[in-house]
């Protein structure tokens, strides 16, 4: 038996009483612009619907509004890229703000919110028992799953847990204070996933206190399977 086949093994044989999700919660993406006036509700709204069950609200700031003459400080090329790679699954003609992409099944406007917890409970009627995730040090785990179709993505966030707080000093916010829930600072790919157990070494984070959650998901936009935490 090879090494790395040992190596699977013992990760998911940890005792499944280790803090790890198996499949919930439902994730909620936000992506958000300080720039765009009608994002400061949306901030308020998925910062209410917190770490309430069944969701984990993950907020990624992105450029489409920069150009108004306020840079967002959260944004990243990569954010914006995710949010764009919804386009094609989600029947999307543009990209938008704010918008929320939920388990990567549905998509809607932020604001209002009255759809919003009603695809929560759609999508987390839809759950299936998905790969197991098993953490240790400086890796992830994970396991099998025969419905699979191989075509999967494993992605690392970092996010912080605490609202975040910004001041617009220009553009159409001018004056205005933005608060953020759950801000995405860091989104990597840690690689493909076939279906069959395999192990992914985690990067160190680019700062102290941030949250982890590994996400396996459909290329290319597809749905979300499996949620795991350490």
Request: hydrophobic share 40%; net charge neutral; proline share 8%.
């Amino acid at each position: 038996m090879s090494r790395a086949a040992i190596a699977i093994i013992g990760l998911l044989s940890v005792s499944l009483a280790a803090p790890a999700w198996a499949r919930t919660p439902v994730v909620v993406e936000l992506y958000t612009a300080q720039g765009c006036s009608s994002c400061i509700k949306a901030g308020q709204v998925l910062g209410d619907l917190g770490d309430k069950p069944p969701a984990l609200v993950l907020t990624f700031g992105v450029d489409i509004w920069d150009y108004l003459g306020w840079r967002d400080t959260f944004a990243k090329p990569e954010f914006s890229a995710r949010q764009r790679s919804y386009m094609g699954r989600l029947n999307m003609t543009e990209v938008y703000t704010p918008q929320v992409v939920i388990d990567g099944r549905f998509e809607t406007a932020a604001v209002p919110d009255g759809k919003i917890e009603p695809l929560i409970k759609q999508a987390a009627r839809a759950h299936r028992a998905g790969p197991q995730i098993q953490f240790r040090k400086g890796q992830v785990a994970i396991g099998s799953d025969p419905e699979s179709g191989g075509h999967d993505v494993v992605w690392l966030v970092r996010y912080e847990p605490r609202d975040q707080t910004v001041i617009v000093k220009d553009g159409e916010n001018h004056g205005r204070t933005v608060v953020e829930p759950h801000v995405v600072r860091e989104l990597v790919r840690l690689g493909a996933w076939s279906g069959r157990p395999r192990v992914y070494d985690l990067p160190p984070p680019s700062q102290e206190g941030l949250n982890t959650v590994v996400l396996v998901q459909g290329a290319d936009g597809g749905p979300i399977i499996a949620v795991g935490e350490p």
